[in-house]
């Protein structure tokens, strides 16, 4: 099994940033190769934000292009989403995912308790 903790969330002003965090651990942590980002707006379906696999490949939704950062620290088994230029439709839960192969449409191995973005107007 894995968890995932995920940080850094909270209440920022349009054309701020915020950098979130999300730490995995567990006996099953080698398997891990995709881990990333999802988000969900109130009303709306979650979407995929922003996945790195261990070989740091990238890929970015088109909405976030340009804006949003996604690195990982395989060391410390962190991988982090920096965020700037934020802007009042990025507000949402933001979910930290992790996935033995690849992250994409609505499944994931395994996923985080979830991190509240606000951004004010």
């Known amino acids: 099994q894995v968890q995932l903790v995920e940080s850094g969330g909270g209440l920022v002003q349009s054309g701020g940033s915020l950098r979130l965090s999300c730490a995995a651990s567990?006996?099953?942590?080698?398997?891990?190769?995709?881990m990333g980002w999802y988000r969900q707006a109130p009303g709306k379906q979650r979407e995929l934000v922003a996945t790195?696999?261990?070989?740091?490949?990238?890929n970015y939704a088109d909405s976030v292009k340009g804006r949003f950062t996604i690195s990982r620290d395989n060391a410390k088994n962190t991988v982090y989403l920096q965020m700037n230029s934020l802007k009042p439709e990025d507000t949402a839960v933001y979910y930290c995912?992790?996935?033995?192969?690849?992250?994409?449409?609505?499944?994931?191995?395994?996923w985080g308790q979830g991190t509240q973005v606000t951004v004010s107007s």
């Open positions: 995912a992790a996935d033995r192969f690849v992250l994409r449409g609505q499944y994931a191995d395994y």
């Open positions: 567990g006996r099953s942590i080698f398997s891990i190769n995709a």
């Open positions: 790195i696999t261990s070989a740091g490949s990238l």
